[in-house]
């Protein structure tokens, strides 16, 4: 079993900022690319942030500048920090880790449950 358990999210005001973290556990051989995906009310989810192992990056065009992910691989976390944060912001964000479990020999996506993030005054 692989869990991926997200914390950090909250009420924010505008121009506020949030740090994430997206913790991985369980029979976990190997991770390779870990995301952070957001999904407003009536909106389809979309990529905010990934990262592969050897620490390249992508982000969507809409975060550049404002959002950072980075990752520890040694504790199998990725984060998310979010700046100057817009009420548009506001979504449910969710974890993404592309990986191998122990014994498995094919890759796999696994998905938080999400946490909340708020951007409101």
């Known amino acids: 079993q692989v869990q991926l358990v997200e914390s950090g999210g909250g009420l924010v005001q505008p121009g506020g900022s949030l740090r994430l973290s997206c913790a991985a556990s369980?029979?976990?051989?190997?991770?390779?690319?870990m995301g952070w995906y957001r999904q407003a009310p009536g909106k389809q989810r979309e990529l905010v942030a990934a990262i592969t192992r050897s620490l390249n990056t992508n982000y969507a065009d809409s975060m550049k500048g404002r959002f950072t992910i980075f990752r520890d691989n040694a504790k199998n976390t990725v984060y998310l920090q979010m700046n100057s944060l817009k009420p548009e912001d506001t979504a449910v964000y969710l974890c993404?880790?592309?990986?191998?479990?122990?014994?498995?020999?094919?890759?796999?996506?696994?998905w938080g449950q999400g946490t909340q993030v708020t951007v409101s005054s």
């Open positions: 993404n880790a592309e990986l191998w479990s122990i014994g498995s020999t094919s890759i796999n996506n696994y």
């Open positions: 369980g029979s976990i051989f190997r991770i390779n690319t």
